[in-house]
């Protein structure tokens, strides 16, 4: 079976988005992920579970897949497709789209810049069971 989906909107990697706070616990300090990058995730788990057919979540797919992921940009700054791509796994195994992200659940991943669209920027997910 192959799920198609979609996320509308800017893809910050999580990567680039941290702050620094101080362990409550033991006062070190620890490295989270800022509220930009934890609001994107929220919004793009919420996407994911709203799209994905109720018949895929049912079934409680294990993989493999293989996952291609087409991302459009608002302009053409450069950026890494890597981080974005974490992010979006990120948030597939947060949906519970996919149980994991490891390389024996996803056996192939494409990622593919399709350019700029001012307009909307957006990324599409297609996911094939294998």
Excluded: C
Excluded at 81 to 87: F, G, H, P, R
Excluded at 120 to 129: K, Q, R, V
């Amino acid at each position: 079976m192959i799920i198609k989906l979609a996320y509308y909107g800017v893809i910050h990697a999580k990567k680039n988005n941290k702050r620094i706070i101080t362990n409550p616990r033991s006062g070190k300090p620890m490295i989270i992920s800022n509220a930009k990058a934890r609001d994107q995730e929220d919004a793009m788990m919420a996407a994911f579970m709203a799209q994905t057919p109720r018949q895929w979540r049912i079934a409680r797919r294990t993989g493999p897949f293989e996952i291609t992921i087409r991302i459009w940009e608002r302009d053409h700054r450069r950026r890494d497709l890597d981080n974005q791509a974490t992010a979006i796994l990120d948030a597939l195994v947060l949906a519970r789209v996919i149980p994991d992200d490891s390389s024996q659940i996803v056996t192939k991943l494409t990622v593919e810049y399709m350019g700029a669209d001012r307009t909307d920027p957006h990324a599409e997910i297609t996911i094939d069971e294998v």
